[in-house]
């Protein structure tokens, strides 16, 4: 059980949010929270270095030099990767690097990273963040109160306040459909929602 503070649209506080959901110290797993960053990054390799291998060169067709006689070691074909311009021994070749990661492990990375910023003082859940959707705005309302560097979180992807956060050197924006435990890690502060709190603890029920 645990008991959140909630802010209004001014940044003061306007009441709590309890929940069911474990934000403890001992809810703070290092080992599966770098498990899903690993994961992340591994996921946005494009895995598309390739090169050619002695069958896929070009050419080769006739034997370079004689057998024997020249005082040069025998060679077969000119693709041979002791060439010059030959194929590549063991290089790489494109291929998928995402990792499996299971739908259990994904929730206790985000219901460490929660526990870690509650217990750091670093949650900020606001009721409703309201926006111009200029990033100067935004700029002056988030290091007035010193929650730069900030990971904003919106309940709809359709908020101002995220294409406000967009241009913001110490800051970035997201729905919490696409809520990341990377990017949760990367910035100090995490600044969210109340709505969109709910529905990340929800699916931690």
């Known amino acids: 059980m645990a008991d959140i503070a909630v802010l209004n649209a ?4 306007s009441g709590t949010l309890s929940t069911n959901v474990s934000l403890t110290p ?16 591994a996921g946005r390799r494009q895995g598309n270095a390739s090169t050619k291998t002695r069958a896929e060169v070009r050419g080769g067709g006739a034997k370079p030099f004689k057998q024997k006689g020249t005082g040069r070691a025998r060679q077969g074909s000119n693709r041979s990767p002791l060439m010059p311009g030959g194929g590549r021994a063991f290089g790489p070749s494109p291929r998928n690097f995402e990792q499996k990661l299971n739908k259990k492990v994904a929730l206790k990375a985000i219901q460490a990273i ?35 560097p900030a990971l904003v979180v919106t309940e709809s992807k359709e908020s101002p306040a995220l294409r406000a956060v967009k241009n913001l050197q110490w800051g970035k924006g997201m729905a919490v ?3 990341s435990v990377y990017e949760a890690v990367k910035f100090e502060n995490l600044v969210i929602e109340k709505a969109a709190l709910e529905s990340l603890l929800n699916r931690l029920v």
């Open 10 to 13: 001014k940044f003061e506080k």
């Open 26 to 41: 001992e809810d703070i797993n290092v080992p599966v929270v770098h498990q899903v960053v690993k994961a992340t990054l």
């Open 114 to 148: 929660l526990a870690d910023k509650l217990q750091a003082g670093k949650l900020t859940v606001v009721d409703k963040i309201e926006s111009t959707g200029k990033t100067k705005d935004m700029y002056a309302l988030l290091n007035g109160k010193g929650l730069l």
């Open 177 to 179: 459909e696409g809520f």
